[in-house]
């Protein structure tokens, strides 16, 4: 299990990147269109101004269950480990187990 600690700042990152969605995007199509350098660079002085946990990037996908940072499948939210678990114990239709 993770620490509560580290799964509050990621909550706390999601919350960020939520309210600066949009002006994340905007910043980023303002970019692509705009031609020359010195616009470029006022645009993303713009975006450096923004707090560092509202970029998309910092975000991490954690266990839903247990809260691991590591070995996750984006289609079940769970960890390698869990999901293993959870096929072994018959708690998700349709998945097999592998054996060999």
């Excluded at 969605?21 to 645009?43: C, D, G, P, T, Y």
């Excluded at 266990?63 to 960890?79: I, K, M, V």
Aim: glycine share 4%; charged share 25%.
């Amino acid at each position: 299990m993770a620490r509560k600690s580290l799964i509050q700042r990621e909550k706390k990152r999601q919350k960020l990147e939520q309210k600066y969605h949009l002006i994340h995007r905007s910043s980023n199509k303002q970019i692509s269109k705009v031609a020359s350098l010195s616009e470029k660079w006022e645009i993303h002085g713009k975006l450096q101004s923004l707090p560092r946990n509202s970029a998309p990037t910092r975000l991490h996908r954690l266990c839903f269950l247990t809260g691991r940072p590591r070995a996750n499948y984006r289609d079940f939210g769970l960890s390698g480990h869990i999901l293993r678990e959870m096929v072994h114990t018959c708690l998700l239709p349709g998945a097999t187990r592998s054996s060999w």
